[in-house]
């Protein structure tokens, strides 16, 4: 499986390539190229090694160097979906987490299919309110966020859930065994969160399994939390980023991984049994 972090990068290398490709088949030298352009030609060499990420104006001035105009467009695109790839949280929590939630609300209802797969915490679709405020309120000090504003933000992320109970919609969620053992908030906050994935998993819409490594033979190493929608996006957490995956090929390897994972864990009653095994382990 590609690595995340290399996936913007590996974007950006094709829009590199094919600038490179125009300026080779325009018999210009990278010196050249930067005469007409009015930069250092050390910036045409950072741009054709994927070093540095060319801007609009860039990519306009260098296809109409090459007389190349009606590639511009594409390019453009092209070049703008690479960088919006790689998204560091500390751009994303800026302006606080209650917003990152929000933001979500018109995509989460526009997708049909939901799969998620965590290895660490409760998918935050079936996150409770105690719960979440935990997570989030963590993840407010780790990031040194000058207002924590957790709390607005968990209440924001149980309104967006609530999708699970409409029609229409399908959820396929992994988890690990260790997320059930994992003590996140207070007792009666882990508690209650156990207490209500007993009750989210038996919705219609939701199939919830949960993966046991110690007594399954595993396709799939655990992996880093990812969630996929409509086949269409896979969004990858890292501990500095999120990574938004739109190539058909690398969503195929985590859809096939997500497949490999699936089938290794239990459902219905085996998986209501663990979720018991978990409450009654909190004393």
């Given amino acids: 499986m590609t690595l995340p972090s290399s996936s913007a990068q590996s974007a950006r290398e094709v829009v590199a390539r094919r600038l490179r ?22 910036k045409t060499s950072r741009i054709e090694n994927g070093r540095t990420g060319p801007t609009a104006t860039d990519i306009r001035l260098w296809c109409r160097a090459v007389g190349a105009e009606r590639d511009t467009d594409d390019l453009i695109a092209q070049s703008l979906n690479a960088e919006s790839m790689y998204s560091e949280w500390r751009h994303r929590t800026r302006t606080g987490l209650k917003q990152l939630q929000d933001s979500a609300v018109a995509f989460f209802q526009q997708t049909q299919h939901f799969r998620v797969y965590s290895s660490s915490l409760v998918p935050g679709l079936l996150q409770t309110e105690g719960y979440a405020a935990a997570v989030l309120s963590m993840s407010a000090q780790f990031r040194e966020l000058a207002v924590d504003d957790s709390a607005d933000a968990a209440r924001a992320r149980v309104e967006r859930s609530r999708i699970i109970h409409e029609r229409g919609q399908r959820f396929v969620l992994l988890v690990e065994e260790a997320v ?7 007792p009666d906050a882990m508690a209650a ?51 938004r995956i739109t190539q058909p090929t690398e969503i195929g390897l985590y859809l096939r991984a997500f497949e490999q994972m699936r089938r290794t864990a239990v459902y219905g009653a085996e998986a209501r049994a663990l979720i018991v095994n978990a409450i009654d382990a909190l004393g």
């Fill in 21 to 42: 490709e125009l300026r080779k088949g325009a018999g210009l030298t990278v010196v050249q190229l930067a005469g007409r352009c009015g930069w250092h030609h050390s």
């Fill in 180 to 186: 059930l053992r994992y003590r996140i908030g207070s």
């Fill in 193 to 243: 969160q156990l207490g209500y994935l007993l009750t989210a998993g038996a919705l219609p819409a939701v199939s919830l399994g949960i993966i046991i490594p110690s007594t399954a033979s595993r396709g799939q190493w655990p992996r880093e939390t990812f969630h996929v929608y409509d086949d269409a996006l896979v969004s990858v957490e890292l501990v500095s980023a999120q990574v």
